[in-house]
């Protein structure tokens, strides 16, 4: 594997508007190491418009994930989006009764981990929360396989990690929430949910931004089980007083429910020497 291999720079700004959309694709990288499988460098601002989309997908089977480093980021408007859904590990295979992909990856007839444990239609099983709740810089795992032929499990969430020189500010969403079971599936569990992970100087959004890193629901005619939460961490040297909006890292829903994930702010000691004289 090699680590850091993508990358793209923009010397400008980066602008997406009038419904415009940019997909970036990880490849794979050093699985040891928080290392990315794309970068993303724009000197100026990512300024993403209304009904503008861009969309983070992690490799499935490695989860070498995409790092953005702007000058700022801005989600101008309510529909402004950046989504990982279902861009993390892969699920498991029904044809060779694979575990899903990733740490918390879910074996048969259960959902993916990540920041919470996914739920579980076999009584009890081995799976695992994983990452770090206020660095979470990993995408989320898949669902186990289900009992039939043709039952894979849903990919998890992906990553969205985002490194700004100034600040971020959401007025539009920012998802990575795993991926659910369709009603024709058999068994199968629902991937968990992803990561997003804003680090900047300063962070501010309106009453309708939202982020959120759920777990996939279960459809209730499959009988199949739901994924964790996802991890969420913004750390910022500012404080928030300008955000009210919403940021969950819920369980999926099913009949075999997960549990929740972490949400974590961090406050950042600005760069310096601090002395405090009694």
Known sequence: DTTN???????????????????????????????????????????????????????PTNGGSVFWHPGRLILAETNSLITADACGFAGGSSTVRRKGFGTGGGAEKCGGSYGGRGGTNVGSAAWQTYGDSNAPA?????????????????????????????????????????????????????GSGGGIYLNCWRFEGGTNGLLCANGGNDDPTNIGAAGGGGRVAIATRFAFTAVTFQVTA?????DYPGENGSVVWVWLQPPGTVMTVH
């Open 5 to 59: 291999l993508f990358a793209l720079d923009c010397g400008g700004n980066l602008i997406l508007t009038n419904g415009g959309g940019m997909a970036v694709y990880a490849a794979r990288t050093n699985s040891q190491t928080l290392s990315y499988g794309a970068s993303i460098r724009v000197k100026g601002d990512m300024w993403i418009g209304p009904s503008s989309t861009v969309y983070a997908c992690s490799q």
């Open 138 to 190: 990993l995408p989320g795992s898949g669902g186990g396989w289900g009992n039939s032929y043709d039952a894979p499990g849903a990919s998890g969430g992906g990553l969205i990690w985002v490194m700004a020189d100034n600040t971020i500010t959401v007025n539009g969403t920012l998802s990575a929430n795993g991926g659910t079971i369709p009603s024709w599936y058999y068994f199968p569990g629902a």
């Open 250 to 254: 819920n369980a999926g829903v099913g």
